[in-house]
């Protein structure tokens, strides 16, 4: 009941910088209540999480691998959540996805996210 549409991927080098987006739409008045995640899934890798925010947006966690370099928001009103990546390395080439949660707490579990996007492609070229 939630549709969930990635945009922003593409091709950047490394150091560079992009945002990703995604807009949820149908439910789109108690979509926001929920916390948000993206996740990310490389060539022969596991998917693995990258950022999760709650649903005020007062609460992100952020894995290791990208803490520091990532950053994780929302606009409620625009039923939107971005991505921003920063200092970007060629291991961060991936499909990226977004994914709503069942909780409205920050989710770390990808079983816990009910509602999934289509993913968009990050290549970060050395």
């Known amino acids: 009941q939630v549709q969930l549409v990635e945009s922003g991927g593409g091709l950047v080098q490394a150091g560079g910088s992009l945002r990703l987006s995604c807009t949820a739409s149908?439910?789109?008045?108690?979509?926001?209540?929920?916390?948000m995640g993206w996740f990310r899934r490389a060539p022969g890798k596991e998917r693995e999480l990258v950022a999760t925010?709650?649903?005020?947006?007062?609460?992100?966690y952020y894995p290791t691998s990208v803490r520091g370099r990532f950053t994780i928001s929302r606009d409620n009103a625009e039923n939107t959540v971005y991505l921003r990546m920063n200092s970007l390395k060629p291991e961060d080439t991936a499909v990226y996805y977004c994914?709503?949660?069942?909780?409205?707490?920050?989710?770390?579990?990808?079983?816990?996210?009910?509602?999934w996007g289509q993913g968009t492609q990050v290549t970060v070229s050395s």
């Open positions: 149908g439910r789109t008045s108690t979509s926001g209540y929920y916390a």
């Open positions: 994914a709503a949660s069942r909780y409205t707490g920050t989710t770390v579990d990808a079983s816990d996210y009910v509602s």
């Open positions: 925010v709650s649903w005020s947006g007062g609460t992100t």
